[in-house]
Nanobody, 123 residues
Framework: QVQLVESGGGLVQAGGSLRLSCAAS????????MGWFRQAPGKEREFVAA????????YYADSVKGRFTMSRDNAKNTVYLQMNSLKTEDTAVYSC????????????????WGQGTQVTVSS
């Protein structure tokens, strides 16, 4: 069982930056690949980024590539999402998720989810 708690969301102007954190409980954090997803009002949940167990491999949605960076600190049981050059279309609830599979992009492949944190980008 893994419990995930996101933090770091908020209101930011377009062009600004935010860093999201996702803290995980348990002693087996390094056994899980981690992902970030987002869901805007009236839209389906979409993949944002994923990172391998060691942190050596990362994957991004085309819409955030070059602007967002995902990382993890296994000693702190935490993953991060650094978001730069934010756009109004990045506005959504961002959730982190954990899976024992090898860095999937599909949300149904993830077993554990946080409650989400709101990111609002104003123009």
């Amino acid at each position: 069982q893994v419990q995930l708690v996101e933090s770091g969301g908020g209101l930011v102007q377009a062009g600004g930056s935010l860093r999201l954190s996702c803290a995980a409980s348990g002693r087996t954090f390094s056994s899980y690949s981690m992902g970030w997803f987002r869901q805007a009002p009236g839209k389906e949940r979409e993949f944002v980024a994923a990172i391998s167990r060691s942190g050596g491999s990362t994957y991004y949605a085309d819409s955030v590539k070059g602007r967002f960076t995902m990382s993890r600190d296994n000693a702190k049981n935490t993953v991060y999402l650094q978001m730069n050059s934010l756009k109004t279309e990045d506005t959504a609830v961002y959730s982190c998720a954990a899976t024992r599979m090898v860095v999937p992009r599909a949300s149904y492949e993830y077993d554990y989810w946080g409650q989400g944190t709101q990111v609002t980008v104003s123009s």
